[in-house]
C-alpha cells in the first residue's frame, strides 16, 4: 500500500535538520501531492497565535486567499473547534464549506495535537468525489504525530 511505503518517506524528510520546519512541511505537502494521485491540495495550518482563527504554514497545490480561517468556519475552522477528523465525501453538500477552487469535489483535514493540545491541522483538497478512506485518515494521523515532534 502507498501509505505504508510513504510512511518512512516523511519520518526521513521531517528528521532532516538542515532546512527549516516551513521547509520541512513543504517537502511534506509535496510528497503527499506526488505519490498520491487524489491529492490536489495538501496544505498544513496552524492555530495563529492567542488569535481563535487559523493561519495558512505550508502548502502545495493552486493558489489560495485562504490564508487565514477564523474558528468555527468552513471545514478548518469546525476542526479547530471540534478536534475530531472531519472527511467531506462531497463539498456541495456542506452548508460550511469554503471554496477554494471550483474544481474541489472532497476534502479531509485532519487535527494536529502537541502535548494534547489541537494546534493546527493537515488539509487535502480533492479533485475526485469521495477518494478518503479510513486508512486516508489513520495515514494523515501518523504524518500529523511526526510532525508534532519537529514544532
Known amino acids: 500500500?502507498?501509505?505504508?511505503?510513504?510512511?518512512?518517506?516523511?519520518e526521513q524528510l521531517l528528521k532532516n535538520n538542515d532546512i527549516t520546519v516551513t521547509e520541512r512541511l513543504e517537502l511534506t505537502c509535496q510528497l503527499l501531492k506526488d505519490n498520491i494521485n487524489y491529492y490536489d491540495w495538501v496544505g498544513f495550518y496552524f492555530k495563529n497565535g492567542d488569535k481563535d482563527e487559523l493561519k495558512l504554514r505550508a502548502y502545495v497545490?493552486?493558489?489560495?486567499?485562504?490564508?487565514?480561517?477564523?474558528?468555527?468556519?468552513?471545514?478548518c475552522g469546525q476542526v479547530?473547534?471540534?478536534?475530531?477528523?472531519?472527511?467531506?465525501?462531497d463539498v456541495q453538500a456542506q452548508d460550511n464549506?469554503?471554496?477554494?477552487?471550483?474544481t474541489v469535489k472532497s476534502e479531509i483535514v485532519i487535527p494536529l495535537f502537541k502535548n494534547?493540545?489541537?494546534i493546527g491541522q493537515i488539509d487535502i483538497d480533492s479533485e475526485t468525489p469521495d477518494p478518503f478512506t479510513e486508512k486516508d485518515?489513520?495515514?494523515?494521523?501518523?504524518?500529523?504525530?511526526?510532525?508534532?515532534k519537529i514544532l
Open 61 to 75: 497545490g493552486e493558489e489560495t486567499d485562504h490564508i487565514i480561517i477564523p474558528f468555527g468556519k468552513g471545514i
Open 116 to 118: 494534547g493540545e489541537n
Open 97 to 102: 464549506y469554503i471554496a477554494c477552487s471550483l
Open 137 to 148: 485518515e489513520r495515514f494523515l494521523e501518523f504524518v500529523n504525530q511526526e510532525v508534532a
Open 1 to 10: 500500500m502507498i501509505f505504508e511505503d510513504l510512511k518512512p518517506k516523511v
Open 80 to 89: 479547530a473547534v471540534s478536534n475530531e477528523n472531519f472527511v467531506v465525501p
